[in-house]
């Protein structure tokens, strides 16, 4: 069996462990051993290896160890195994049947405690291998805390990312929550008067739908500020789509480096649209953005950019790639304290309302006057119905209705594009995005008006901007707020909102 370090596979390896274990073979965990030994894999790739093998309990196959112990003892007298961890804490450890063999457990523990700096978030780990059901949302925020601070070394990082993904704590509502508590308290601050902090509105996606459309949400949200919806945008650059928000508003010529959290009232007032680089509002990002990178698995930071607003949105729409998830973010936003929130996902994997058919629609009215900040126990009653498309196809849907007892209502349904909206159906290849620069081209000609009557991008933008003003109260209905939304249009006042916010980046506005 030969080993290849020219071209490191460890991150793929990570890959199949998580998503498709029963693929694992023992020359890929050869071959991760190798690369540990050799020095090249990083120090969160070792560690979030290391975990994945644990909690999959790969460890326990004997090929597997086998093949781990036969790439050790080739590297038995390299000095680049002090790149790694510590010889003696790799081999020979006795396990509690008096056998010595290669200790995937233990070697995950010590490669995750890294030179620890503090306690905590090393016995935070060792609770999520050994005692998960005894894993808190407390222990989740300061675990995060501890990576936000940082105080937490990588591999402590990656051996906790990777802990929660393969426990499913990163499912677990109050988790989320909690450590998306602990991300909002290493952001910039804004300060809002009340009134003020009470129309706030975001429609953000969290991604990884891998459908490539154009900027809907974005464009919805400066289409909505031209209707009057004040718009806190927050959003980044591109992660695996062509133009992300950011990419997609600097091409545009908005300076979004230059947006302190001091100018976001002012402009808010005057404009109805910011937008909060999460870049620039998230600084001790950094010290995690490396590692998820290398380690190339979805981790519950991808989740938590819609409860991460700094401007703190009482409405929100957020847009989610499964309906799984869809089930957990509404339930999230709801604990986190939001006053309306709608969360759709496409029945295509759509991170937005599609135009294309069906939408999967979870919605929360909460009357924060009566509610607790953590209530009773969600009930769930089971629904099921088949709903028919008159565009091309027939799906069967299932929903549900969840209730929390005197503290406001959360519903699932469907929406349709003709049904509720009043627009006609498009299949997604027509709102396909492009470049940053080709989609500012199709966005500057909505602006203005000029693309036709039932034109596919048009109406994406008015079914999602129309759901803006449905969430912000606005309008009472879908279709009322596509008129609405139109009107916007038609008036320039889109245009007006989102040139305002523009030039007051490149001005720095703080008059």
């Known amino acids: 069996m030969a080993a290849d370090s020219s071209n490191p596979q460890i991150k793929s390896i990570i890959k199949t462990l998580v998503f498709q274990p029963d693929a694992f073979t023992s020359e890929q965990a050869y071959q991760a051993i190798h690369e540990i030994m050799s020095g090249v894999a990083t120090e969160a790739q070792i560690a979030a290896f290391l975990m994945a ?55 995950a523990a010590i490669v995750a405690a890294g030179g620890v700096k503090i306690a905590k978030i090393k016995s935070i780990i060792k609770t999520l291998v050994f005692q998960p059901d005894a894993f808190t949302s407390e222990q989740a925020y300061q675990a995060i805390y501890e990576i936000m601070s940082g105080v937490a070394t990588e591999a402590q990082i990656a051996a906790f990312l990777m802990a929660c993904r393969l426990t499913r704590k990163d499912a677990e509502p109050e988790v989320v929550v909690a450590c998306g508590r602990a991300m909002q308290e290493h952001a910039l601050n804004i300060h809002f008067k009340d009134a003020l902090a009470d129309e706030i509105v975001d429609i953000v996606g969290t991604g990884g739908d891998g459908q490539n459309t154009f900027n809907v949400s974005t464009t919805a949200a400066i289409v909505a500020a031209g209707a009057g919806v004040k718009i806190a945008k927050h959003g980044n650059r591109a992660a695996s789509s062509s133009s992300g928000s950011a990419d997609f508003l600097e091409s545009y010529g908005c300076a979004l480096i230059n947006v302190a959290p001091e100018m976001v009232p002012d402009i808010l007032v005057k404009h109805n649209f910011c937008f909060l680089f999460a870049q620039k509002y998230h600084p001790a990002m950094k010290n995690a953005a490396g590692l998820r990178r290398e380690i190339g698995i979805p981790t519950i930071f991808n989740i938590l950019g819609p409860l991460t607003n700094p401007a703190k949105p ?33 029945a295509e994997g759509l991170d937005e309302i599609s135009t294309a058919g069906y939408t999967y629609k979870h919605s929360s009215k909460i009357d924060v006057g009566n509610m607790t900040r953590i209530a009773a126990p969600l009930h769930y009653t089971m629904h099921r119905k088949t709903f028919s498309s008159d565009n091309y196809h027939r799906l069967l849907f299932h929903y549900q209705t969840w209730t929390l007892s005197d503290s406001g209502v959360i519903t699932a349904s469907t929406v349709h594009p003709t049904h509720d909206f009043g627009l006609a159906t498009h299949e997604l290849d027509s709102v396909r995005g ?13 602006l203005a008006g000029n693309l036709l009557v039932d034109d596919p991008v048009l109406d994406f933008v008015l079914l999602n901007a129309a759901g803006v003003l449905f969430v912000a109260g606005k309008a009472a209905t879908f279709k009322e707020g596509v008129a ?3 009107n916007a249009i038609v008036l320039g006042k889109a245009k ?3 040139d305002g916010f523009m030039w007051a980046t490149r001005t720095q506005d703080k008059s």
């Open 53 to 107: 093998c644990r909690l999959t309990r790969k460890d326990a196959k004997p090929e597997v160890v086998v093949a781990c112990e036969r790439a050790i003892q080739e590297h038995a007298l390299n000095t680049r195994f002090e790149n790694a961890v510590l010889a003696d804490e790799i081999v020979d450890r006795t396990g509690g049947d008096g056998q010595n063999t290669f200790n995937v457990s233990t070697t």
């Open 314 to 346: 009482r409405r929100i729409i957020v847009g989610v790639h499964s309906r799984n998830l869809g089930e957990l973010m509404i339930e999230a936003l709801k604990l986190s304290g939001v006053k309306k929130a709608m969360v759709v996902c496409g």
């Open 434 to 446: 492009g470049t940053p620069a080709e989609n500012v081209r199709t966005l500057e000609r909505i």
């Open 484 to 486: 609405l939304a139109k």
């Open 496 to 498: 007006k909102a989102l």
